[in-house]
C-alpha cells in the first residue's frame, strides 16, 4: 500500500508517479496473491488545485 497525501499543491505528476511505483511493486508478483494499493489520503484537497491533478489520463 502506498498513500499520496492529497492537498491543494499536489500535482498530477505527483499522483501518477504513486500509481507507478505501485506498478513497481507488484512486478514478477503472483497477482493472484499479491496486489499494490494506492491510498489517495484526503483526496477533495487536491480539488482545490488549479492543477486539476485527478483529471490525468
Do not use: H, W, Y
Amino acid at each position: 500500500m502506498v498513500s499520496f497525501q492529497c492537498s491543494p499543491l499536489a500535482t498530477p505528476d505527483g499522483i501518477v508517479g504513486t500509481f507507478r511505483q505501485c506498478a513497481q511493486f507488484q512486478e514478477d508478483k503472483d497477482l493472484n496473491t499479491f496486489v499494490s494499493v494506492v491510498v489517495l489520503d484526503e483526496v477533495g484537497l487536491a480539488e482545490d488545485s488549479p492543477r486539476m491533478p485527478l483529471k490525468v489520463r
